[in-house]
Structures are given as structure tokens and as C-alpha cells.
């Protein structure tokens, strides 16, 4: 089956400096990726939706400024989390599709502590 | 707008029990519907998917759902459950024409041994 990465799996920040994660797809051309939120004994909140080459589209009330993604190639993404603050502390997720199969894989996850 | 509802966030079983979690959407036109599992410590897997054709769709694990359209429901089942299909299962659905899904809130499901 597909496999998408993600690094790191944990990080530790202090308030005010920015956070990189990167998510791979390792098999496969990823046409689309979008990065979650999770919040914990939620739901997952989507973020954003980019694509190959182009500017991420970003869901109602997220902070593109914030929440920088870059889409560069068909396996790689990332999420900038910019001046990250404690209530920014979170799980990320990043899935990734295939195609337009609809299918969504999905990332181990990144768990971000702004102390 | 379009959304997902599961009706149980918590379900407690004993194997071999049988297991029906509810999943019902809303959304305005032609839909592809998924179940994915979470199981501890690890990440979303998908377990089953509905895009077309018959509405009762087998994924792994023994699992199965049913797409109800007159019903908005595509609810998952499994006739015996066994202690590893403890997990958080969650139901999504997305638009035939949009890239991204919707999920619901998830139902944790817990296996007693």
C-alpha cells in the first residue's frame, strides 16, 4: 500500500520560534496533500489542501501567515509553523492522494509542544 | 454545509460480540464514503471505501459497511470483533468532485478480552 512519512514525530519548541515538518509520500506521486489538526478526543480538522506547484488553499479560519505550506515536489510537502506559541501545540497529520482515486493516506503524525 | 455524525463516541464489547457503529452525512450531491481505523499508537489506516456500485462494501479485517442513500448512513459492521480491533474508527466522506473529505468525530471502540 502507499506510504506517507513524516518527520519529525515529535517536537519540542519554545514560544515564538518556527517548526518545520515535512511529509513524504515514499511510493507513489502524490497529486494532493493536506495537513490536519487534532486536537486530542476530536476530530481531525483539515488545515489545508495544496497541490503540486501551486499555493496551498487554505479551510476557513486558518492563518496562512501562520501555518506556511509549501508543496515543492510530487513527494514532498511541508507546514511551517511560524512564531508557534503554546496554543499551537497539537498533533499534525498529512495524508496524501494518488491520482484522483479520492483515497487519502495519511502520515504517523507530528506532535508539536510549544513550551 | 456538509458534515459527518457518528452516533457513538465510546462503544466497550467483548469478543466475539457483533458491532454496528452508526455513520449518517449531509451533503448535497454524489459522495464517495470511507472508514478509517486508528489504531493505538499508530496512524489513520483506510478500512473500507464506497465510490460506486453495491452499497455493501467489504474492507479488511472482516469489516463491511453499508451505503443507505435514501438514509444519508453508511454505518460499519463486523458479525464477531475480536480484542485487536480495539481502535478509533472514524467515517468521512467526501464529494465526487472535491479533493477533500469531511470526518466525523470518531467512536472510540474498546475490545474487553
Known amino acids: 500500500g502507499a506510504v506517507v512519512s513524516q518527520h519529525p514525530s515529535r517536537v519540542i519548541c519554545k514560544s515564538g520560534t518556527s517548526v518545520k515538518i515535512e511529509c513524504r509520500s515514499l511510493?507513489?506521486?502524490?497529486?494532493?496533500m493536506f495537513w490536519y489538526r487534532q486536537f486530542p478526543k476530536q476530530s481531525l480538522m483539515l488545515m489545508a489542501t495544496?497541490?503540486?506547484?501551486?499555493?496551498?488553499?487554505?479551510e476557513q479560519g486558518v492563518e496562512k501567515d501562520k501555518f506556511l505550506i509549501n508543496h515543492a515536489s510530487l513527494t514532498l510537502s511541508t507546514l511551517t509553523v511560524t512564531s508557534a506559541h503554546p496554543e499551537d501545540s497539537s498533533f499534525y497529520i498529512c495524508?496524501?492522494?494518488?491520482?484522483?482515486?479520492?483515497?487519502?493516506?495519511f502520515g504517523p503524525g507530528t506532535r508539536l509542544t510549544v513550551t | 454545509a456538509q458534515s459527518v455524525s457518528q452516533h457513538n463516541h465510546h462503544v466497550i464489547l467483548s469478543e466475539a460480540a457483533s458491532l454496528e457503529l452508526g455513520c449518517n452525512y449531509s451533503?448535497?450531491?454524489?459522495?464517495?464514503l470511507f472508514w478509517y481505523v486508528q489504531y493505538p499508537g499508530q496512524h489513520l489506516q483506510l478500512l473500507l471505501k464506497?465510490?460506486?456500485?453495491?452499497?455493501l462494501v467489504k474492507g479488511i479485517k472482516g469489516f463491511e459497511a453499508e451505503f443507505i442513500k435514501s438514509k444519508f448512513s453508511f454505518n460499519l459492521r463486523k458479525p464477531s470483533v475480536q480484542w485487536s480491533d480495539t481502535a478509533e474508527y472514524f467515517c468521512?466522506?467526501?464529494?465526487?468532485?472535491?479533493?477533500?473529505?469531511?470526518f466525523g468525530k470518531g467512536t472510540r471502540l474498546h475490545i474487553l478480552p
Open positions: 495524508s496524501a492522494t494518488e491520482g484522483t482515486g479520492g483515497v487519502q493516506y
Open positions: 511510493d507513489f506521486q502524490a497529486t494532493t
Open positions: 495544496s497541490n503540486e506547484g501551486s499555493k496551498a488553499t487554505y
Open positions: 451533503y448535497g450531491g454524489t459522495v464517495n
Open positions: 464506497y465510490f460506486s456500485g453495491d452499497p
Open positions: 468521512a466522506v467526501k464529494g465526487n468532485r472535491d479533493d477533500k473529505i469531511i
